[in-house]
C-alpha cells in the first residue's frame, strides 16, 4: 500500500490518544476544508446533519480533503445503512453517528460500516480505490473506517459503557447541546451536564475507548475541563464560528485603528 493519508492514519491516531484537532464543517463546499488542511487541522467533520450538505458536495469536500491531506468525516443526518454506505464509498473516513443511544444500535451502526462480518455493501468507489486495492480492499477499508457514536440523549447516559465496549466502536462524542437539552426534558431526577458527561468519558475509558467533544475556544474554562478528563480528540467551534471569531477580532482591531488615528 502507498504512504497513507491522513484519512487513512486516522483510526491509529484516536485509538492512541494522539493529540488531535478538528472543526465541524457547516458550509456546503470543498473550499474551507482545503483551508484547514493547508494550515494543518488534523481532521474536519462534515456535519450533514445540522447543514445543507448532499451527497453531491459531500463527495466535492471529500476529494477536497484527500488533496489536502486531511482527515474528512461525516456526521451522517440519518442513523441507517444508506447513509454510513454512502459516505465511506465517496471516501470519508469515518463516520459520527447522532443519538446512538445503545449498544444495540451501535452494533447496527458497526455492521453498516464494515464489510466482513458486517453488512456493508460492495462497490468499487473512491473510498475502495476505485477497485486499485483488489482483493485486500474489504480489509483495508474495515482497518480504516472509523465510527464515532454521539451521545446525546439521557438513556444513552447509562447505556455509555456498553456501547464504547462494543467492537467496532471506535470512539464515543459527547454532544453537550442536544445531551443538556434530553436532560432538561428528562421526567424524574437527572444528573447535571457536567455530571454526564463525566459519567460518559469515564464509561469510555473503562473501556478503553477515547471520548471527544467540541468547545468554542481554548482559552475556554469548558476547554481546560475537558482536556484535564484525558480527552485528546477535540473540535473547535465550526468553520462559520471560527470565520465570526476571526471577523469579531478584525473589526476589534480596525476600531481600535480607527481610534489612534482619530487620537
Keep these: 500500500m502507498k504512504d497513507m ?14 493529540p ?26 462534515l456535519d450533514e446533519e445540522h447543514a445543507p450538505w448532499n451527497r453531491g458536495s459531500l463527495d466535492h469536500a471529500l476529494l477536497a480533503c484527500r488533496a489536502y491531506d486531511i482527515a474528512g468525516l461525516v456526521r451522517i443526518a440519518r442513523p441507517d445503512a444508506n447513509s454510513v454506505l454512502s459516505v465511506l464509498d465517496d471516501g470519508a473516513a ?16 458497526v455492521s453498516w460500516a464494515r464489510y466482513l462480518g458486517g453488512s456493508r455493501g460492495s462497490g468499487a468507489s473512491r473510498g475502495g480505490e476505485y477497485g486499485g486495492r ?3 480492499n474489504y480489509r483495508i477499508s474495515d482497518d480504516i473506517a472509523t465510527v464515532i457514536c454521539m ?35 428528562a421526567k424524574g431526577p437527572a444528573p447535571t451536564i457536567r455530571e454526564a458527561v463525566e459519567t460518559v468519558v469515564a464509561a469510555a475509558r473503562a473501556a ?13 474554562d469548558e ?41
Design 5 to 18: 493519508r491522513s484519512g487513512e492514519r486516522f483510526r491509529q491516531r484516536l485509538g492512541s490518544g494522539e
Design 20 to 45: 488531535m484537532l478538528g472543526t465541524f464543517m457547516k458550509v456546503p463546499a470543498s473550499q474551507n476544508c482545503e483551508v484547514l488542511g493547508l494550515e494543518g487541522f488534523d481532521f474536519v467533520v
Design 94 to 109: 469515518g463516520v459520527m453517528v447522532p443519538h446512538v443511544a445503545s449498544a444495540e444500535k451501535a452494533r447496527e451502526v
Design 134 to 136: 483488489g482483493e485486500d
Design 151 to 185: 451521545i446525546e440523549d439521557r438513556d444513552a447516559i447509562d447505556a455509555a459503557g456498553d456501547i464504547a465496549a462494543t467492537d467496532g466502536v471506535d470512539a464515543l462524542f459527547v454532544g453537550r447541546a442536544d445531551l443538556a437539552l434530553s436532560l432538561r426534558n
Design 208 to 220: 478503553g475507548k477515547p471520548a471527544s467533544a467540541v468547545v468554542q475556544s481554548f482559552a475556554s
Design 223 to 263: 476547554a481546560k475541563w475537558l482536556m484535564d478528563l484525558g480527552l485528546t480528540t477535540l473540535m473547535v467551534a465550526s468553520d462559520l464560528g471560527l470565520l465570526r471569531q476571526a471577523a469579531r477580532g478584525a473589526l476589534t482591531d480596525f476600531r481600535r485603528a480607527v481610534d489612534r488615528r482619530k487620537g
